[in-house]
Every structure is written in C-alpha cells, then in structure tokens.
C-alpha cells in the first residue's frame, strides 16, 4: 500500500513537472522572439542612416542582419525568460492552478524545478553561444558594417545638384525627363588630369542610359562645347591658353564600379575584444597589464635619473637655504642663469614626460577594462538568465495576473531596471570608477536579494500585490482608531 502511494506521488510530480514545462515553453519562445525582433528594431531605428540610399542588394542587407542578430541572443534570453515567467505562473496562479498544485502535496519551490533547471540549460548555451559563436558572427558582423558604412551612395544625379560621386568628375544637370533618360543643360567637371578643373563639356540636351550590367553610364551628349585648359604650355600662366571644339554629338563613358560595395578583410578587425573568446581575452588582459607595469617603471626610471628627492628640511634650515639661494643668484656669476635655465628645462622635459607617460598609461588602462568587461560579459548575461527567473517566477505567482496586461508591464520595467544597471556598471567600469568585477556585477548584486525576497513571500502565498489585502488592512487600521477614541468619549 505505501509503495503504490509512493509511486503515484512520483508520478504525479512528473505529469506536473510535464505540464508547468509544457506551459512555459511556448509563451518562452514567442517572448523571445519578440524580444529578439524588438532589438533587432533599435539597431536598424539606430543605424538606419548608415543603410538607406546606398543601393545595397537584399542579400547584402540580409547577410548584414543574420550576422547582427547573434550579438542580442543572451540579452533575449534574459527578456524572453522574465517575460514568459510572470505571464505563465501569473496565469497559473489566476486559474488557481498554482493552488491545485499546492494542495497534491508539492510547494511551489518544487514546482520551480522543471522551469529553473530549462532556464540552467538556457543559461549554459547562452554561455557557449557567447564564447564561441557570437566572436565568428561579430568578425563577419563587423567587416561588413564597415563597408557598408563606407560605402558612396547610389548613383542618384539630382536637377540642379552638382553629382560628386564618381571620382575625377563634377555633373551638373538642368533637368531631367520622366522618362528618366533625357537630360537638359549638362555641366561636367573633369579632375582625372589634373587637381584643378582642367576640361569642362557643356551641352544642351544628351540621353543619359547604363550598361545592363549597371556597371558603366553612357552619356550621349547632343549641341555642346568642350573646353580644356592648356596647361602643358609654358605660356599658359601668362596667357591661359585654352582649347574650344564645339560638337553635334559626344558620347562619355563613366565607370561606376566604385560605387559597388567593396569588401575589406576580415584579418583588420580581429584586433577588437568583442570578436575574441574567453582565452584569448584574458591573454590580452595579461599583455596590457605587463604593457603598463613597464610604462610605470619607465615613468620611475626616468624621473629618478632627473630628480634627487632628499628628505624634507628641517623647519630652522629652511630659511638659511632660501637665503644663499637667493645671494648666490644675485652674485655676479655668470653661469648662475645658465644652471637655472637647465633646470627649468630639465623640469618642464620632465613634465611633459611624465604627463605623456601618464596618458599612455591611463589608456592602457582603459583598453584593459574593455577587455575586461567583454569578458565578464560572457559570464553575467548568462547569470542574467538565472537571477531573472529567480525573480520572475515568484513575482507571476504573487501577481497572479496572465497574459499580456500587467505582467508585460511589470516585466518591462524589471528589465529597464536591469538594463540600466548594465549600462551604468558598463560605464563607471570603461571611466575607471570600479574594477570590473564589481561594475559589471552590480545589476546581479541588486537584483539577486529582490528575487530571494519575492521567492520567500510567494513560498507563503503574500498577498503583496492584492488590493483587496491593502483595502483590509486600511480598515483594520481605521477601526482600531475609532476604538481607542471611544473610550476618551
């Protein structure tokens, strides 16, 4: 009779970890998709000025994308668990079903293990993800921004507007048909030979076409004069001699392969610390530490072989030793202004060593700490994963409120909160304010006690978010008043 208890309690627990596992699963991936698209907005939103009218192929903007969607994974998977863990267990609490559990005999802490070791495993990727996918997708990421970036505009010849794209050459265009071929009032500046403007073609009509390969633009110029400047000629500083031929037709040809999006190599970035991994991050960190011990010790090396620092004078020499300073300056010595001069000079070479030294060695200093933050980077978004189910979990059960109302509310905030502790810790660690081990763990050192806290009041089913137990006690308050004044009446 006991063992068959036993093996129905087992099997019950299973049925419910299958189910609370079940139920967090879908609302996990439609938050973290949204939370993924939601990034992938602010970056577009942010870089959209550096994308439009460069003619960029759709593969090219495509491939773009892919490579830039691996850097907002961990930080999704931290929203995407937040989210679906208040709305989930939220829901769960507001169909009682939290309670239902409860009652089988299995505490809500229990009920968390399903859920809390899915989050662990989350938490495990997202580490190698970090490690070792996101380095190769931002080597790919990072070249090809750069070239899409620098990359000249689409060719556009606007009416009115001199074109300057196509190197060696100014355009100028009166107007333009409908048809997008015939042109009007044609002004073109020619720099290939010279830095100064040295041919210029004026034409009253032509037709404007490209190759089909978009290549090569033709244009075919009707009624118009060509200048050039002579100025192989030896009197042509003195007389400007110039050529003038006037033409029924021309045709000129311009090569827009320089418009086209040129690939720079990938070996250029590897330098940076966002495309490195966790060793060859902490190798760099050791380099740049032996990088400024030397640059302090060389700072030291050469202040002491310019400077002899003795002990302080004591108070009742003090003034004997201004005083034959000041008498053996007024000697009539003449080598007493020229030591003084050396001095000085001494001084201020020393100065403005030891202040180029000290800048040198601060922004090692500061490099150091960017290699240092990517590397508790790799550590603390997956954390994040961990101290916001911690926090999310218990709070949707307190909330017992699901779907997309409050909890998305409540998850929103959180994350800013965390979010914003981030990009603080972030920064006073790059300024140098704190080591990185505290900067960048100061979101987890908040947010960790409030996710224990919450976890405790929902183990005893608070009514922290109830109105109805705020409205109760507010009476119980204003009937104990009313109770000790009635005997005062």
């Given at each position: 009779?006991?063992?068959?208890?036993?093996?129905?309690?087992?099997?019950g627990?299973?049925?419910?970890?299958?189910?609370?596992?079940?139920?967090?699963?879908?609302?996990?991936?439609?938050?973290?998709?949204?939370?993924?698209?939601?990034?992938?907005?602010?970056?577009?939103?942010?870089?959209?000025?550096?994308?439009?009218?460069?003619?960029?192929?759709?593969?090219?903007?495509?491939?773009?994308?892919?490579?830039?969607?691996?850097?907002?994974?961990?930080?999704s998977?931290?929203?995407?668990?937040?989210?679906?863990?208040?709305?989930?267990?939220?829901?769960?609490?507001?169909?009682?079903?939290?309670?239902?559990?409860?009652?089988?005999?299995?505490?809500?802490?229990?009920?968390?293990?399903?859920?809390?070791?899915?989050?662990?495993?989350?938490?495990?990727?997202s580490?190698?993800?970090?490690?070792?996918?996101?380095?190769a997708?931002?080597?790919?990421?990072?070249?090809?921004?750069?070239?899409?970036?620098n990359?000249?505009?689409?060719?556009?010849?606007?009416?009115?507007?001199?074109?300057?794209?196509?190197e060696?050459?100014?355009?100028?265009?009166?107007?333009?048909?409908?048809?997008g071929?015939?042109?009007?009032d044609?002004?073109?500046?020619?720099?290939?030979?010279?830095q100064?403007?040295?041919?210029?073609?004026?034409?009253?009509?032509?037709?404007?076409?490209?190759?089909?390969?978009?290549?090569?633009?033709?244009?075919?110029?009707?009624n118009?004069?060509?200048?050039?400047?002579?100025?192989?000629?030896?009197?042509?500083?003195?007389?400007?001699?110039?050529?003038?031929?006037?033409?029924?037709?021309?045709?000129?040809?311009?090569?827009?392969s320089?418009?086209?999006?040129?690939?720079?190599?990938?070996?250029?970035f590897?330098g940076?610390?966002?495309?490195?991994?966790?060793?060859?991050?902490?190798?760099?960190?050791?380099?740049?530490?032996?990088k400024?011990?030397?640059?302090?010790?060389?700072?030291?090396?050469?202040?002491?072989?310019?400077?002899?620092?003795?002990?302080?004078?004591?108070?009742q020499?003090?003034?004997?030793?201004?005083?034959?300073?000041?008498?053996?300056?007024?000697?009539?010595?003449?080598?007493?202004?020229?030591?003084?001069?050396?001095?000085?000079?001494?001084?201020?070479?020393?100065?403005?060593?030891?202040?180029?030294?000290?800048?040198?060695h601060?922004?090692?200093?500061?490099?150091?700490?960017?290699?240092?933050?990517?590397?508790?980077?790799?550590?603390?978004l997956?954390?994040?994963?961990?101290?916001l189910f911690?926090?999310?979990?218990?709070?949707?059960?307190?909330?017992?409120?699901?779907?997309?109302?409050?909890?998305?509310?409540?998850?929103?905030?959180?994350?800013?909160?965390?979010?914003i502790?981030?990009?603080i810790?972030?920064?006073?660690?790059?300024?140098?304010?704190?080591p990185?081990?505290?900067?960048m763990?100061?979101a987890?050192?908040?947010l960790?006690?409030?996710?224990?806290?919450?976890?405790?009041?929902?183990?005893?089913?608070?009514?922290?978010?109830?109105?109805?137990?705020?409205?109760?006690?507010?009476?119980?308050?204003?009937?104990?008043?009313?109770?000790?004044k009635e005997?005062?009446?």
């Amino acid at each position: 009779m006991g063992n068959s208890k036993i093996t129905s309690i087992v099997f019950g627990t299973k049925k419910i970890d299958v189910f609370i596992l079940r139920s967090f699963v879908g609302p996990f991936l439609v938050t973290f998709f949204i939370s993924t698209l939601f990034f992938l907005m602010q970056f577009l939103w942010k870089y959209i000025d550096d994308l439009v009218g460069k003619g960029l192929e759709w593969y090219v903007v495509t491939e773009l994308l892919f490579y830039c969607v691996p850097n907002f994974i961990p930080l999704s998977l931290a929203m995407g668990v937040l989210l679906s863990c208040i709305m989930v267990f939220g829901n769960l609490s507001e169909r009682y079903e939290l309670v239902s559990i409860k009652a089988a005999g299995v505490p809500l802490r229990r009920a968390l293990y399903p859920v809390a070791l899915f989050v662990a495993i989350l938490a495990a990727g997202s580490f190698l993800f970090g490690n070792y996918v996101i380095p190769a997708a931002n080597l790919k990421f990072f070249s090809l921004f750069w070239d899409v970036k620098n990359k000249k505009p689409a060719f556009d010849i606007r009416e009115g507007a001199f074109y300057n794209d196509i190197e060696g050459f100014s355009i100028k265009i009166g107007k333009k048909d409908k048809n997008g071929k015939d042109i009007y009032d044609i002004v073109i500046y020619d720099h290939t030979k010279e830095q100064a403007s040295t041919t210029v073609v004026l034409a009253e009509r032509g037709e404007m076409t490209r190759s089909e390969d978009k290549r090569f633009l033709y244009f075919t110029l009707i009624n118009g004069r060509r200048f050039e400047e002579m100025r192989d000629n030896p009197d042509y500083h003195r007389t400007f001699m110039h050529n003038s031929m006037k033409f029924e037709r021309q045709e000129i040809v311009f090569d827009l392969s320089q418009l086209d999006l040129s690939r720079t190599a990938e070996d250029l970035f590897k330098g940076n610390q966002q495309l490195q991994s966790i060793g060859q991050l902490q190798q760099g960190i050791d380099s740049l530490q032996k990088k400024a011990d030397t640059l302090l010790l060389e700072m030291q090396t050469f202040v002491n072989a310019n400077y002899h620092i003795f002990d302080t004078l004591k108070p009742q020499y003090v003034e004997e030793y201004h005083k034959a300073t000041a008498e053996w300056k007024q000697k009539e010595n003449p080598n007493a202004n020229m030591v003084f001069s050396q001095a000085l000079n001494i001084a201020r070479t020393t100065k403005g060593t030891v202040e180029n030294s000290k800048k040198l060695h601060k922004d090692t200093l500061q490099k150091e700490a960017r290699y240092r933050i990517e590397w508790h980077k790799k550590f603390t978004l997956p954390v994040a994963c961990l101290v916001l189910f911690l926090i999310g979990a218990p709070l949707g059960a307190i909330v017992r409120k699901g779907g997309f109302g409050w909890p998305m509310v409540i998850a929103i905030l959180l994350f800013m909160v965390f979010y914003i502790l981030n990009i603080i810790g972030e920064k006073i660690t790059r300024e140098l304010v704190v080591p990185a081990s505290v900067g960048m763990w100061i979101a987890a050192a908040v947010l960790t006690p409030l996710g224990v806290w919450l976890a405790s009041k929902a183990s005893r089913d608070s009514s922290l978010f109830d109105p109805d137990a705020y409205i109760r006690g507010m009476r119980r308050i204003v009937s104990f008043g009313r109770k000790r004044k009635e005997p005062n009446q």
